[in-house]
């Protein structure tokens, strides 16, 4: 079975690549389920609804997200109405949203994903990898084929939950800092993992937002406002094959492609 994790999408010049590139990209690999971390989808921070749509019309079946999924009022109440939106499970019970899911494939094998957030340089928060024992004891029984996606700033963090949570899931896809890492694998007992899966955004920019304000606050100290970048777009992704039956994974494949034709920036 092929699962495709798209890595985070940023503003509208990434939605439109997910939509311009998803079709050919389930023909040749033979997806069968499609996962995104859209934290960034609008206008490069946070998520709409109206963005969450625009995705699964592309042919995106979940959506996860991090610490900026907040950062837009009316994703709130989206949080708990849209089951395929996750926002990470180790925020406080009391926050809209859930941080897990189960969800249905042809077959009979159903997908379970799980959204975790780092802690190291992050936010203070519970902590991932009890809340990932707590959140995998849940799909217990119901299914073998579970994805996580750390969201962490930390490379130590993120090998940190590979190796944890090796053999007891499908894949540890690492996301938030947005550039692809070369250290794709399958673990020793199964998972498939990679520190950062990378963005689909806007290739010549800084993490997909226009470089002039990003070198202006490193520069001066003083805050700026950031936007969308223009140009081509890079699609980043892994594409993963596990076995149904035990969940394990047999390979995991990076995707890097470039969009000529680009985009216009904005949100």
Request: hydrophobic share 40%; aromatic share 8%.
């Given at each position: 079975m092929n699962i495709l994790f798209i890595g985070d999408v940023i503003g509208r010049p990434g939605r439109e690549a997910v939509a311009a590139l998803l079709p050919e990209l389930r023909r040749q690999h033979h997806l069968v389920f499609t996962i995104a971390n859209a934290e960034n989808a609008a206008g490069g921070m946070g998520i709409t609804p109206q963005v969450a749509a625009q995705l699964f019309h592309a042919?995106?079946?979940?959506?996860?997200?991090?610490?900026?999924?907040?950062?837009?009022?009316?994703?709130?109440?989206?949080?708990?109405?849209?089951?395929?939106?996750?926002?990470?499970?180790?925020?406080?019970?009391?926050?809209?949203?859930?941080?897990?899911?189960?969800?249905?494939?042809?077959?009979?094998?159903?997908?379970?994903?799980?959204n975790l957030l780092g802690r190291t340089f992050m936010d203070p928060m519970d902590c991932p990898f009890r809340a990932a024992d707590r959140e995998i004891e849940l799909?217990?029984?119901?299914?073998?084929?579970?994805?996580?996606?750390?969201?962490?700033?930390?490379?130590?963090?993120?090998?940190?939950?590979?190796?944890f949570l090796d053999g007891r899931v499908s894949a540890v896809i690492g996301t938030h800092t947005h550039v692809q890492t070369a250290d794709e694998r399958v673990l020793s007992h199964g998972t498939a993992y990679i520190t950062d899966v990378g963005m689909t955004g806007p290739r010549d920019s800084i993490l997909g937002v226009k470089p002039d304000p990003v070198i202006s606050r490193f520069v001066t100290g003083l805050p700026g406002r950031f936007e969308v970048a223009a140009g081509p777009v890079v699609f980043s992704g892994v594409v993963m094959d596990i076995d149904p039956e035990t969940g394990r994974a047999h390979a995991i494949r990076r995707v890097l492609q470039l969009v000529q034709e680009a985009p216009q920036a904005g949100t």
């Open positions: 042919g995106v079946d979940v959506l996860t997200s991090g610490n900026h999924v907040w950062r837009r009022r009316e994703a709130l109440p989206f949080l708990d109405q849209e089951p395929r939106l996750l926002r990470p499970a180790n925020y406080p019970p009391q926050a809209p949203g859930r941080g897990a899911g189960l969800f249905p494939v042809a077959h009979n094998h159903p997908v379970a994903v799980l799909f217990r029984g119901k299914t073998n084929l579970i994805v996580v996606d750390m969201h962490a700033e930390a490379t130590s963090e993120k090998l940190a939950m590979g190796w």
